[in-house]
């Protein structure tokens, strides 16, 4: 696990970096702080091997705080201004992330930190990424990655595979036979029309999840399967 830290002074930024760190598998948020001061002093006795770093903080800056630092943690600047973009690289910043948070691309941050942090950590992520399955549509076979795959959707006869940066793609499938095609533990039937892609939801509550700003029914049934899935 990489061992991570927030550095905001905003609670509610923080509460966001908070959620997307939870639903990370490979990070642990081992401290928060909400300014430069509490930041050296913390970093005393806590290890920490990646920062989410504010720039625009009351008393020291994040450039302030670096400044100050002999043994610096890998760094993801997040602020909510793209002003200081390049001067964050003059600091090896692994990323330069605005707000408000987009979780793929934070995802995506995430994993080149971990690349430079734990490479055998890295290697596992890059073999996860790389899953797929073959779909016959359009009378050819197609590959299609599961970790592009947000959703998929009953369609009579049909399932409609919504994708990330491409179109959808309608298989010739029921949904019980699809559902034996995907990888247990990522993907869950949350309704009878419906299976998710776990690592895309951004959003849930008892009755419906967002992915990518689509609403997607949760059946009663499924509720508890859904927090189980998501809790461990």
């Not at 599961?146 to 049909?158: F, P, Q, R, S, T």
């Not at 399932?159 to 095609?181: G, H, N």
């Amino acid at each position: 696990m990489i061992k991570c830290a927030i550095v905001d002074d905003s609670r509610l930024q923080r509460l966001a970096i908070v959620k997307l760190i939870e639903d990370h598998p490979s990070l642990d948020l081992v401290a928060q702080w909400n300014n430069a001061i509490e930041t050296k002093n913390g970093l005393l006795d806590t290890r920490v091997d990646l920062m989410f770093l504010d720039i625009e903080m009351p008393i020291l800056t994040g450039f302030d705080l670096l400044d100050d630092l002999e043994n610096k943690p890998k760094i993801i600047f997040v602020t909510g201004k793209t002003k200081y973009a390049f001067k964050a690289f003059d600091y090896d910043a692994v990323d330069y992330l605005q707000k408000p948070l987009k979780k793929d691309r934070f995802c995506a941050s995430v994993e080149k930190a971990i690349g430079l942090i734990s490479p055998e950590a890295s290697a596992v992520l890059e073999e996860k990424e790389e899953e797929y399955i073959f779909v016959k549509s359009n009378l050819k076979k197609r590959k299609i990655y599961l970790n592009k795959l947000k959703y998929v959707e009953a369609l009579g006869d049909y399932v409609k595979l919504i994708m990330e940066d491409t179109d959808p793609v309608v298989v010739l499938a029921t949904m019980k036979s699809f559902e034996t095609q995907l990888v247990e533990g990522r993907f869950l039937r949350v309704h009878k029309s419906f299976i998710v892609n776990l690592d895309k939801i951004e959003r849930y509550n008892s009755r419906n999840i967002e992915i990518g700003g689509d609403q997607i029914p949760v059946s009663r049934h499924k509720k508890n399967a859904l927090n189980e899935a998501l809790d461990s």
